[in-house]
T-cell receptor
Framework: RKEVEQDPGPFNVPEGATVAFNCTYS??????FFWYRQDCRKEPKLLMS???SGNEDGRFTAQLNRASQYISLLIRDSKLSDSATYLC??????????????FGSGTQLTVLP | GAGVSQSPRYKVAKRGQDVALRCDPI?????LFWYQQALGQGPEFLTY????????KSGLPSDRFFAERPEGSVSTLKIQRTQQEDSAVYLC???????????FGAGSRLTVL
């Protein structure tokens, strides 16, 4: 089983739709969580951090459920420019000070006109 | 520099050749990661440096892969006797400290023929 698992996608949605992505992680010692966005043939870029209380940034809402080891991303009123691959990322500190940032395989979103 | 710089951006190697990929992180960034991203997959962890110390190299797929960061700034990922399965994008990322979000470089796309 992979450490970070995401919806396989792809998701094809019309403009204006609401779409939700899910992610689960296996290491209960994980400390911080992020969603990254990756456009085709580009590097991943931070979309938002995910906090236990849930957080919102405009049309984007991220939720974390530590008990279920589950992270979600909700995109409201989707735009054509939201088309990208969304990567769930989990940060864990192992023994000593080694830091592990583990990525899911990504979920591809295409917003259709 | 303003961002993480990687070179070369594209590299074509014949099977069996050695390659060296360079990463120039943001000045002053302590943490540096290397990731391998195959087509359609999320980035897979290779190795992590904190300053010049390589704290985790558990993701390096074989002893043909070697990474160094001798002065705690520029890092080089070397792949010896390249194989076709080494074809991927190699991403470098850095952050100011252990707890900060990563900034990625544009990647080095390696194609092994």
């Amino acid at each position: 089983r992979k450490e970070v698992e995401q919806d396989p996608g792809p998701f094809n949605v019309p403009e204006g739709a609401t779409v939700a992505f899910n992610c689960t992680y296996s290491n209960s010692a994980s400390q911080s969580f992020f969603w990254y966005r990756q456009d085709c043939r580009k590097e991943p870029k931070l979309l938002m951090s995910v906090y236990s209380s849930g957080n919102e940034d405009g049309r984007f809402t991220a939720q974390l459920n530590r008990a279920s080891q589950y992270i979600s991303l909700l995109i409201r009123d989707s735009k054509l420019s939201d088309s990208a691959t969304y990567l769930c990322v989990v940060n864990t500190f192992s023994s000593g000070s080694a830091r592990q940032l583990t990525f899911g395989s990504g979920t591809q979103l295409t917003v259709l006109p | 520099g303003a961002g993480v710089s990687q070179s070369p951006r594209y590299k074509v190697a014949k099977r069996g050749q050695d390659v060296a990929l360079r990463c120039d992180p943001i000045s002053g960034h302590v943490s540096l990661f290397w990731y391998q991203q195959a087509l359609g997959q999320g980035p897979e962890f290779l190795t992590y440096f904190q300053n010049e110390a390589q704290l985790d190299k558990s993701g390096l797929p074989s002893d043909r892969f070697f990474a160094e960061r001798p002065e705690g700034s520029v890092s080089t990922l070397k792949i010896q006797r390249t194989q076709q399965e080494d074809s991927a994008v190699y991403l470098c990322a850095s952050s100011p400290g252990q707890y900060n979000v990563l900034t990625f470089g544009a990647g080095s796309r390696l194609t092994v023929l």
